[in-house]
């Protein structure tokens, strides 16, 4: 099956700065790349995702970014705040099967 | 909408009872996932439904677990005896159509087994 890898497992950066989050996958054949978000004590929420077709997608701060060749993808937040604090996830999956999630990334943007 | 509902959100029991763990996809959503998550292991997929059957099972960890899905509004996931090595939060999902698409998350179980 699917391996997912992320890296790091904690990240601090200061408000304003950006975070990078990268993530690496197993299978080549692997085309669905969405990135979740989790609050404390909350579940999971997709904040950006990407297909195998398209190299990069932007959505206003947020990111994603994919490299099939080398089979990773990362996600970029520029202007990092507060509110950004959180547990960052990726995750992949193939044609037809459930996501495989990373083991997350806790980002703690301080004032 | 009110997003997928679980319920309880805090449960805690003694080793060697029964728990029963609840979940209300969104409506009109063809797909239900439950994962488990903890520090170790992070999110693990135990088990999804499509239109109400089992399609995957692989990532129950062994028969204490079991899940069933009477119909498209209602989800259980049962843990028969309960283990100290169960707690965990446990997490609903359901997306639209198929795999490969946006899965919503509902708030969670946290499972407390003393």
């Known amino acids: 099956g699917e391996n997912v890898e992320q890296h790091p497992s904690t990240l601090s950066v200061q408000e304003g700065d950006s975070a990078v989050i990268k993530c690496t996958y197993s299978d080549s054949a692997s085309n669905y790349f969405p990135w979740y978000k989790q609050e404390l004590g909350k579940g999971p929420q997709l904040i950006i995702d990407?297909?195998?077709?398209?190299g990069e997608k932007k959505d206003q701060r947020i990111a994603v970014t994919l490299n099939k060749t080398a089979k990773h993808f990362s996600l970029h937040i520029t202007e990092t705040q507060p509110e950004d604090s959180a547990v960052y996830f990726c995750?992949?999956?193939?044609?037809?099967?459930?996501?495989?999630f990373g083991k997350g990334t806790s980002l703690l943007v301080t004032p | 909408d009110a997003g997928v509902i679980q319920s309880p959100r805090h449960e805690v029991t003694e080793m060697g009872q029964e728990v029963t763990l609840r979940c209300k996809p969104i409506s009109g959503h063809d797909y239900l996932f439950w994962y488990r998550q903890t520090m170790m292991r992070g999110l693990e997929l135990l088990i999804y439904f499509n239109n109400n059957v089992p399609i995957d099972d692989s990532g129950m960890p062994e028969d204490r677990f079991s899940a069933k899905m009477p119909n498209a509004s209602f989800s259980t996931l049962k843990i028969q005896p309960s283990e100290p090595r169960d707690s965990a939060v446990y997490f609903c999902?359901?997306?639209?159509?198929?795999?490969?698409?946006?899965?919503?998350f509902g708030p969670g179980t946290r499972l407390t087994v003393l």
């Open positions: 995750a992949a999956s193939l044609p037809g099967y459930a996501l495989n």
């Open positions: 999902a359901s997306s639209l159509n198929a795999i490969g698409y946006t899965q919503y």
């Open positions: 990407i297909r195998s077709n398209v």
